[in-house]
């Protein structure tokens, strides 16, 4: 065999080889936690102009050298802590409204190349605060749109408003809502006694669900229903004992009261007043036993009168 033949073997070798490696190691996988920013010459949109950035979630992507680079955004949750202070309602009343708000970076395509765009530079602490800017901000235009009563009342109508605000001022920054919980129901109740109230009464039943299992079906035609007795009582009591540091208007106590004892717990939780309904499905002679059990318990603790009972408890 001749010797440039062989060398021009040799250089063939190298050059696939070489080929090999700039493939191999631009050829970039993408994890499942996180989103791949490409940046660079990456193509134009559908009307023409020049993309800013291609992002990829799952799956993988060539990197081309010299016009090409790529970055990560990582899409681990970021919870924030929301102490929004003297917000006004539309009855110009001003309320606390603490809450926590959970949001990360959306997997949506387009809002994704709105994070690549504004979120790339940035560390996560960052982006903390830069999304907490943006929910201080719709959450008091929220609060201004709505009456005590409706903050109060309808707590789902109340959340519902602050997903959709904050979401849509959040997707223009790449971020997304996962979830928003409100954390001190006794910043409703001090709304209440704001806006008048000469009592309040707490709490109502909570959201449930039940499914058959073999029609799959939700059991209730409306899907979700009320869930009352025993079982929401630790509830009741947590939510009438803080919102009982906080007013100083009456609190009728409810939910899960099914004997004297309970309405014992619920007395020293910070009720003035008690309120029962589910166990009278049960047994109708419960009011007549739960009064009794009381006057019983009075006697045999020397207390004159029942409101010496009320917030009695001893917190840790």
């Given at each position: 065999?001749?010797?440039?033949?062989?060398?021009?073997?040799?250089?063939?070798?190298?050059?696939?080889?070489?080929?090999?490696?700039?493939?191999?190691?631009?050829?970039?996988?993408?994890?499942?936690?996180?989103?791949?920013?490409?940046?660079?010459?990456?193509?134009?949109?559908?009307?023409?102009?020049?993309?800013?950035?291609?992002?990829?979630?799952?799956?993988?992507?060539?990197?081309?050298?010299?016009?090409?680079?790529?970055?990560?955004?990582?899409?681990?949750?970021?919870?924030?802590?929301?102490?929004?202070?003297?917000?006004?309602?539309?009855?110009?009343?001003?309320?606390?409204?603490?809450?926590?708000?959970?949001?990360?970076?959306?997997?949506?395509?387009?809002?994704?190349?709105?994070?690549?765009?504004?979120?790339?530079?940035?560390?996560?602490?960052?982006?903390?605060?830069?999304?907490?800017?943006?929910?201080?901000?719709?959450?008091?235009?929220?609060?201004?749109?709505?009456n005590i009563e409706e903050i109060n009342t309808d707590r789902d109508k109340f959340?519902?408003?602050?997903s959709r605000n904050v979401e849509g001022e959040l997707k223009k920054i790449g971020?997304?809502?996962?979830?928003?919980?409100?954390?001190?129901?006794?910043?409703?109740?001090?709304?209440?006694?704001?806006?008048?109230?000469?009592?309040?009464?707490?709490?109502?039943?909570?959201?449930?669900?039940?499914?058959?299992?073999?029609?799959?079906?939700?059991?209730?035609?409306?899907?979700?229903?009320?869930?009352?007795?025993?079982?929401?009582?630790?509830?009741?009591?947590?939510?009438?004992?803080?919102?009982?540091?906080?007013?100083?208007?009456?609190?009728?106590?409810?939910?899960?009261?099914?004997?004297?004892?309970?309405?014992?717990?619920?007395?020293?939780?910070?009720?003035?007043?008690?309120?029962?309904?589910?166990?009278?499905?049960?047994?109708?002679?419960?009011?007549?036993?739960?009064?009794?059990?009381?006057?019983?318990?009075?006697?045999?603790?020397?207390?004159?009168?029942?409101s010496e009972l009320t917030g009695g408890v001893k917190p840790w």
């Open positions: 065999m001749q010797p440039w033949i062989i060398v021009l073997i040799v250089v063939a070798v190298l050059v696939l080889f070489m080929l090999f490696l700039m493939v191999a190691t631009r050829y970039k996988k993408c994890p499942p936690d996180k989103i791949m920013v490409i940046y660079g010459k990456v193509g134009a949109d559908r009307e023409g102009n020049a993309r800013s950035a291609k992002c990829i979630h799952g799956g993988a992507a060539f990197i081309w050298p010299l016009v090409q680079a790529f970055t990560y955004l990582d899409l681990t949750p970021l919870s924030i802590s929301v102490d929004l202070k003297s917000a006004l309602s539309r009855q110009n009343i001003r309320i606390d409204v603490p809450s926590i708000f959970t949001v990360g970076i959306s997997t949506e395509p387009t809002v994704m190349e709105n994070a690549a765009e504004r979120l790339r530079n940035l560390k996560m602490n960052e982006i903390q605060e830069l999304a907490k800017d943006i929910i201080f901000g719709q959450l008091r235009l929220v609060i201004a749109t709505m959340l519902e408003a602050i971020l997304r809502l996962i979830n928003v919980n409100v954390t001190d129901i006794s910043e409703m109740a001090v709304a209440a006694e704001s806006a008048g109230a000469d009592a309040i009464s707490m709490i109502n039943t909570l959201p449930g669900m039940c499914i058959d299992i073999r029609t799959r079906r939700p059991i209730i035609r409306n899907n979700t229903g009320g869930l009352s007795g025993p079982a929401v009582l630790p509830v009741a009591l947590r939510m009438v004992w803080q919102a009982s540091q906080k007013v100083k208007i009456p609190i009728v106590g409810l939910g899960g009261i099914s004997t004297w004892q309970d309405a014992v717990e619920m007395l020293l939780a910070g009720a003035t007043a008690l309120q029962i309904g589910t166990v009278l499905f049960t047994d109708p002679y419960a009011p007549i036993k739960i009064a009794q059990g009381l006057s019983d318990y009075m006697d045999e603790n020397g207390i004159q009168s029942l």
